[in-house]
């Protein structure tokens, strides 16, 4: 069993920057593929970046990239969302999720395990 545990969400004004963490329990990081998905209200989830389990490999959402990196550090456990340039569209309830595959993974319904998602708000 994994568990993720996001942290990093908040109010920023549009332009501004932010950082979402994610870290998974456990010792079995390195098995998993990781992705970055989000939720706005009334719309569907979708991928924002994924990343491989071991070449570094990355996907990122056409509406993110240039601004949004995806990153994983093996020695803490974590993967990073690092987001720059926000704009209000990006305002979402965001969740880590991760994947017993090599990834990167684009469809959602191949994640395994998600966490409980957290906030990121940008203001106009």
């Known amino acids: 069993q994994v568990q993720l545990v996001e942290s990093g969400g908040g109010l920023v004004q549009a332009g501004g920057s932010l950082r979402l963490s994610c870290g998974p329990s456990g010792r079995t990081f390195k098995r998993y593929a990781m992705g970055w998905f989000r939720q706005a209200p009334g719309k569907e989830r979708e991928l924002v970046a994924a990343?491989?389990?071991?070449?570094?490999?990355?996907y990122y959402a056409e509406s993110v990239k240039g601004r949004f990196t995806i990153s994983r550090d093996y020695a803490q456990n974590t993967v990073a969302l690092q987001m720059n340039s926000l704009k209000p569209e990006d305002t979402a309830v965001y969740y880590c999720a991760a994947a017993s595959q090599s990834g990167p993974v684009v469809a959602g319904n191949e994640y395994d395990y998600w966490g409980q998602g957290t906030q990121v708000t940008v203001s106009s």
């Open positions: 990343i491989s389990r071991s070449t570094g490999s990355t």
